[in-house]
């Protein structure tokens, strides 16, 4: 199965997909972690797209598609959890035509939506574990001990685009450029939305009732 989680930044599809991932054995394909991970090892790639994140615009669409159709002709596993792409018209229409070529679609699309004061709040709270990706939050999941991720013993950083000025402008890219995604899905009878002011565990447990009579 393949599914896309949508949604402005910090409304939880880094959460939900980590979880979803690991009760599924699918694979998680975040288009914002392939990038963080080009820049940290310095390639051609995570440089140019760092021009773009660090002001909190999109990158490319022809870069996004090259990683993208890298990962899913490549993946082995059942299903792939797509976080974060696509955003972009063009990108959706890229996708599809990835998987038609590989004789395979899209089976569900979940907007996960969130206010902008709660979007703020919830990333300005957020650290990541630089060694294994676990997402906190100072609030609402904090780690036991200050900055170590209870998981591997990593230390738990701020990312670089969690400024509220840089959030701010992620915020519009994506009223201007993401949102219209949703009349590209609304026809296929695959989208669905969800409000994430609930917690984290009724969320998953939404996208869960959603996915499993597929
Ligand atoms: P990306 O890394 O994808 O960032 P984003 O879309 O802005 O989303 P975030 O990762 O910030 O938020 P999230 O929705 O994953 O929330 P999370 O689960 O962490 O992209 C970064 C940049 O890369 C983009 O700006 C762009 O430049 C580039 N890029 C990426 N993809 C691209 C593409 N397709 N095309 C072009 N450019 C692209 O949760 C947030 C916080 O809330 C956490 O602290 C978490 O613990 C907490 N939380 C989560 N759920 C709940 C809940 N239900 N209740 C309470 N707290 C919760
Ligand atoms: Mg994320």
Same mark, same amino acid.
């Given at each position: 199965?393949?599914?896309?989680?949508?949604?402005?930044? +910090?409304?939880?599809?880094?959460?939900?997909? =980590?979880?979803?991932?690991?009760?599924?054995?699918?694979?998680?394909?975040?288009? +914002?972690?392939?990038?963080?991970?080009? @820049?940290?090892?310095?390639?051609?790639?995570?440089?140019?797209?760092?021009?773009?994140?660090?002001?909190?615009?999109?990158v490319p669409d022809d870069v996004?598609? $090259?990683?993208?159709? /890298?990962?899913?002709?490549?993946?082995?596993?059942?299903?792939?959890?797509?976080?974060?792409?696509?955003?972009?018209?063009?990108?959706?229409?890229?996708?599809?035509?990835?998987?038609?070529?590989?004789?395979?679609?899209?089976?569900?699309?979940?907007?996960?939506?969130?206010?902008?004061? =709660?979007?703020?709040?919830?990333?300005?709270?957020?650290?990541?574990?630089?060694?294994?990706?676990? %997402?906190?939050?100072?609030?609402?999941?904090?780690?036991?001990?200050?900055?170590?991720?209870?998981?591997?013993?990593?230390?738990?950083?701020?990312?670089?685009? /969690?400024?509220?000025?840089?959030?701010?402008?992620?915020?519009?890219?994506?009223?201007? $450029?993401?949102?219209?995604?949703?009349?590209?899905?609304?026809?296929?009878?695959?989208?669905?939305?969800?409000?994430?002011?609930?917690?984290?565990?009724?969320?998953?447990?939404?996208? @869960?009732? %959603?996915?499993?009579? $597929?």
């Amino acid at each position: 199965m393949k599914i896309i989680l949508a949604g402005p930044p +910090g409304s939880g599809k880094g959460t939900q997909a =980590e979880i979803l991932s690991q009760k599924l054995d699918y694979a998680h394909f975040s288009t +914002g972690n392939v990038f963080r991970d080009h @820049l940290a090892r310095k390639t051609s790639i995570g440089i140019k797209a760092n021009d773009y994140m660090k002001e909190g615009k999109l990158v490319p669409d022809d870069v996004t598609l $090259q990683i993208t159709k /890298d990962f899913v002709t490549t993946n082995t596993r059942k299903g792939i959890i797509f976080d974060g792409f696509p955003r972009t018209i063009g990108q959706a229409q890229g996708l599809d035509k990835i998987l038609t070529e590989l004789n395979d679609k899209i089976d569900c699309v979940i907007f996960i939506e969130l206010s902008d004061d =709660e979007i703020i709040r919830r990333l300005t709270a957020r650290r990541t574990c630089e060694r294994c990706g676990t %997402i906190y939050n100072l609030d609402f999941n904090p780690p036991k001990q200050n900055n170590i991720c209870d998981k591997c013993g990593g230390k738990l950083l701020q990312r670089a685009d /969690d400024t509220e000025a840089v959030i701010r402008n992620r915020l519009v890219v994506y009223e201007n $450029q993401t949102k219209e995604l949703k009349n590209y899905y609304k026809n296929s009878g695959k989208m669905h939305v969800i409000d994430a002011i609930i917690g984290r565990d009724k969320v998953q447990a939404h996208i @869960l009732k %959603i996915i499993s009579p $597929q």
